[in-house]
């Protein structure tokens, strides 16, 4: 009964390679996100996506791609993986964009390249 | 824009004393603020929100805020820490999506 659900769950690969994380949430929110923590725990923002269209795109490189097929899915891929792309993704949902709406996280799925 | 500044890195007591996290935020108007516990290898949670509701919060396990809307502050405090409290603390307001301090690392002595 997870709420939010990322996988895979660790991912190690080797650099130049393609990769895709998956996110789902069965909360029936209709507001996804992706954030990116690094190694020293800092997170921020990268995408967002309310009922499948994208709201936030913070400065991100091209080779991330987000794709929303509908407002229980989000997933992130990612091209030509590069060694600094090794950290922690959370995705998230929330019921409404906005700030007097709680946010519920996934367990993070932690990228590894090498 | 709005941010919050946890002024601590790392903060560090013994079980039993006070907890005081400390995050102050930069915002045009009144924010709402959160504050999120993660354990070692582990997700997010949430521990309180403010909301402008009440200028004092009540979280999960014992934990507080007070929003201090003179001092732009919103510290997280426990009267006396556990064992099970040791973790990363993140002070975090919203706008469009969550911003979150740099967190602070709280380490509880036997």
């Known amino acids: 009964d997870t709420a939010v659900s990322q996988t895979p769950k660790y991912l190690v690969t080797q650099m130049g390679n393609d990769k895709s994380i998956k996110c789902e949430q069965n909360?029936?929110?209709?507001?996804m996100y992706w954030y990116k923590q690094d190694s020293k725990k800092f997170l921020k923002i990268m995408f967002s996506?309310?009922?499948?269209?994208?709201?936030i795109n913070e400065t991100v490189p091209n080779r991330f791609s987000p794709k929303s097929p509908d407002k229980a899915h989000l997933n992130l891929h990612i091209n030509s993986l590069e060694l600094g792309d090794s950290a922690v993704y959370f995705c998230?949902?929330?019921?409404?964009?906005?700030?007097?709406?709680?946010?519920?996280f996934g367990s993070g799925t932690r990228l590894t390249v090498v | 824009a709005q941010s919050v500044t946890q002024l601590d890195s790392h903060v560090s007591v013994s079980e039993g004393t006070p907890v005081l996290l400390r995050c102050n935020y930069s915002?045009?108007?009144?924010?709402?603020l959160f504050w999120y516990v993660q354990h070692p290898n582990k997700g997010l949670q949430l521990l309180l929100k403010?909301?402008?509701?009440?200028?004092l919060v009540k979280g999960i396990n014992g934990f507080e805020a007070e929003f201090k809307k003179s001092e732009t502050s919103f510290h997280l405090t426990k009267p006396s820490a556990h064992m099970s409290d040791a973790a990363e603390y993140f002070c975090?307001?919203?706008?469009?999506?969550?911003?979150f301090g740099s967190g602070t690392r709280l380490q509880v002595q036997p």
């Open positions: 975090v307001v919203s706008l469009r999506a969550l911003t």
């Open positions: 403010y909301t402008s509701a009440a200028t």
């Open positions: 996506y309310n009922n499948k269209e994208l709201i």
């Open positions: 915002s045009s108007y009144s924010p709402s």
């Open positions: 909360l029936g929110h209709d507001t």
């Open positions: 998230a949902s929330s019921q409404m964009t906005g700030e007097n709406y709680g946010y519920t």
